[in-house]
């Protein structure tokens, strides 16, 4: 009976620590990454997007930093501080760069909140909510 795709990856890893620690080392940041790009799936990476400002605005984020309003950032609920997205409004198609500084949102049904600023960019702060396409630039 063939090995499967895991198997095959399992018995390299098991190969490689044996043999060839720095190799190793190596390849699990290698399976790391595929299994994180396969873990952020593009079911997660459309959907509803929201912004926040005003309440927020001097406040620590979940990093640490101070929230500016203003800033070029977004709040996401699971992907790494300072990824960097492309957030696409599907009903304008108007684009901004954000960076992931914060976590949530925590309505259900949405994906990621935008600053003010960021909202603005991408003509969503009158209406609240936008339908949204995210792609990540770097993870």
Same mark, same amino acid.
């Given at each position: 009976?063939?090995?499967?795709?895991?198997?095959?990856?399992?018995?390299?890893?098991?190969?490689?620590?044996?043999?060839?620690?720095?190799?190793?080392?190596?390849?699990?940041?290698?399976?790391?990454?595929?299994?994180?790009?396969?873990?952020? !799936?593009?079911?997660?990476?459309?959907?509803?997007?929201?912004?926040?400002?005003?309440?927020?605005?001097?406040?620590?984020?979940?990093?640490?930093?101070?929230?500016?309003?203003?800033?070029?950032?977004?709040?996401?609920?699971?992907?790494?501080?300072?990824?960097?997205?492309?957030?696409?409004?599907? =009903?304008?198609?108007?684009?901004?760069?954000?960076?992931?500084? =914060?976590?949530?949102?925590?309505?259900?049904?949405?994906?990621? !909140?935008?600053?003010?600023?960021?909202?603005?960019?991408?003509?969503?702060?009158?209406?609240?909510?936008?339908?949204?396409?995210?792609?990540?630039?770097?993870?």
């Amino acid at each position: 009976m063939p090995l499967t795709a895991v198997e095959r990856v399992f018995l390299s890893l098991r190969y490689l620590y044996k043999n060839h620690f720095k190799a190793s080392v190596l390849c699990l940041c290698v399976v790391a990454f595929l299994i994180i790009g396969n873990w952020v !799936d593009s079911a997660r990476l459309t959907g509803t997007a929201s912004w926040y400002g005003k309440k927020f605005h001097g406040r620590k984020t979940a990093n640490g930093e101070i929230y500016n309003k203003w800033a070029m950032t977004a709040a996401h609920r699971h992907l790494p501080f300072n990824t960097m997205l492309e957030v696409t409004n599907l =009903d304008n198609g108007e684009q901004v760069v954000v960076r992931i500084n =914060d976590r949530g949102p925590y309505w259900p049904g949405r994906i990621i !909140d935008l600053s003010r600023g960021a909202a603005k960019k991408i003509k969503m702060v009158r209406p609240g909510l936008a339908q949204v396409k995210l792609k990540i630039i770097n993870p």
